[in-house]
């Protein structure tokens, strides 16, 4: 890595061992393979941009995860407000198969987490996903504590409504 200084040398060796992960993490937020792509593309872009303010190495991953969050969640508003128009003729992208889509269609209780707020999925894929403690989360998302139980307990009570309770996913806190 020429020409870089040890501390960006140093951000791209943490990066690029995140970036599998993270692009799942935003397949999984987004719902969509080519928008985690670009959500994981930008979050990158952010970090390198501001990776003066990350004080201490070992917290990388937690840093990281605050940015592509937020990332997402832009991504998700911005969506909201626009408005897909199908042309005629122009044929839809038959024959593309987005693997994110896949496991979203294919398996109820992540099709129940796809249909949460943005706020509640990242609290559940950054618990049962990620494996992340509440604090962890917390710290991810730089909400309190008791914000986070609160909405992840709501985010398992809509779950567990919308799958009626005989589909009751098995989830401990």
Partial sequence: MGGLDPAQARF??????????????????????????DATQDALVRAWRSSGSLRDAS??????????VNVCRDRLRRR??????AL???????????PFKQVL????????????DMDLRSVVILRYWADLTVE????????????????LHRALERMRADLGAGAEPEVTS
């Fill in 12 to 37: 791209l060796g943490f990066a690029s061992a995140e970036l599998d992960r993270a692009y799942r993490l935003a397949g999984l937020l987004l719902g969509d393979a080519s928008e985690a792509e």
């Fill in 59 to 68: 917290s990388f991953q937690a840093w990281f995860d605050r940015i592509l």
């Fill in 80 to 85: 909201r407000q626009i408005r897909f128009i």
């Fill in 88 to 98: 005629d003729g122009v044929p839809e992208a038959q024959g593309r198969t987005d």
């Fill in 105 to 116: 269609d294919a398996d109820e209780v992540v099709r129940g987490i796809a249909g949460l």
């Fill in 136 to 151: 962890d989360i917390a710290l991810r998302l730089d909400w309190p504590i008791g914000t986070v139980k609160s909405r």
